[in-house]
């Protein structure tokens, strides 16, 4: 990890001091919160059709999926009520009558 550099000098060496960064060639300090005000983009799921889905919306599965691991099979029509945004490829946490729990991907889904 490196410090941000001197806001008043430019100097490459400042060091951290508590809460503040610290700049030794001119004595500045200031507060790291600045620094850490950054935050994250929010990440947005689409559905299959450009629509923003949200956790807690009933989906609809527009292809038969294979479910990974076993020879179920969700049939497309079947729909997926509460689901949850999640990280990675399958990015919709969901739980589906007769299978359990599962991942989907959202361009495999459409908002209903
Ligand atoms: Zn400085």
């Excluded at 620094?35 to 059709?49: G, I, L, N, Q």
């Excluded at 807690?56 to 076993?70: A, E, F, Y």
């Amino acid at each position: 990890m490196s410090n941000p550099p001197c806001s008043k000098c430019g100097s490459q060496f400042t060091y951290e001091d508590g809460a503040q960064y610290v700049c030794p060639e001119c004595a500045h300090e200031w507060p790291q919160a600045t620094a850490a005000e950054h935050t994250e983009p929010v990440r947005v799921v689409r559905d299959s059709k450009g629509t923003e889905l949200r956790d807690g919306d009933t989906v609809s599965v527009i292809k038969d999926l294979k479910v990974k691991g076993s020879s179920l099979v969700v049939k497309v029509g079947t729909k997926v009520k509460n689901i949850r945004l999640a990280e990675g490829d399958h990015d919709i946490d969901c739980r589906i009558d007769g299978i359990g729990a599962m991942g989907l991907k959202s361009e495999f889904v459409k908002k209903v």
